[in-house]
């Protein structure tokens, strides 16, 4: 005989909360006798008679989860509940405290998630005991905080046994600060990169004035702040590569034939006089004072000083005519 389904609009406030609390008990504690089920389809060995390579796949199939979820159910039912060997020897649940507390309602899934991660996590030398206790804290902060608390706790419980923390792996020891693995594709190149500290700041003040929406006689920017960023990345290699210093095949240095400004084709100009593209480098003020100015045949490095155009009322920067002076360089 079913229940007749009480509308929540007929009910009282406090009747509507009062509600909505025991909807979220029955919730947790249908969760943890389906975890009980699932226990024991596993040790009855079901999911092999049903062509299934393993339990979580079955409940995968039979109830369209997504494989981490299913993954997840099935770790916990194996974690909160006893088990018995394939020689008929019992097994103990890892988390029996965390078991009781869900069927009782006053924890949810996401909790036991959080605490089963966070006792997984523990040294690997840790007792029994410690383990124990840091279950027992683990579900007490549970019943009155967020799972993401107690994600917290359990790294505090865990650099707590552990002060030294994990041994760093060999591969961990030996990266180096500044790494670039790139390959080319027939779209052109793609791969990734690390900076160290100092690096990857000069990067972003070389980034940041080139990464501002550009606004022309034909509309708005529509770029997206990706394909701005790395528009800004292609404008910094063409200006190095047209860089005198700039290594060349052959070991020696040179102007990199056929490098063109790479900015969007209705931007030619960034400081209002046509053709010039100023970057300061290293920030705001840098410690070399150097200015990069591009021009469409070339770049020039130079220090800031008070020369000014002539023929400008404004005083814009004259570009040197001749080869930089020594040391003026990047």
Known sequence: MCESVISP??????????????????????????????????????????????VGALIREMFNLNPIDARRMVAHARALLPSVTTSGAPVAADLPVVADTLQSGKIGPEHVEAIHKAIHQLPLDATDDDRAAAEKILCEASTVSEPRIIARLGRE??????????????????????????????????????????????LANLLSPLTAPRSSDDGPDLRSRDERCGDAFAEILALAARCPDTPNRGGGTGHVAGVGHPGPAHHRDRSGSRGWSPLDVGGADPADGLRCESRSHGVRYRQRGPRRRTDDPHGSPEPPAGPDPPGSRL
């Open 9 to 54: 609009m007929s009910l009282g406030d406090k009747e509507l909360i009062d509600g909505l609390r025991g909807l979220e008990q029955g919730r947790r504690e249908s969760y943890a006798r389906e975890l009980t089920f699932i226990a024991e389809i596993e040790a009855r060995g079901l999911p092999a008679e049903l062509n299934c390579s393993g």
């Open 157 to 202: 419980i865990r650099d707590r046994l552990d002060p030294d923390g994990a041994e760093p792996k060999d591969e961990a020891l030996i990266r180096p600060k500044r790494w670039l693995d790139f390959r080319e594709t027939a779209n052109g190149v793609t791969g990734t990169f690390g900076l160290d500290k100092e690096t990857g700041a000069l």
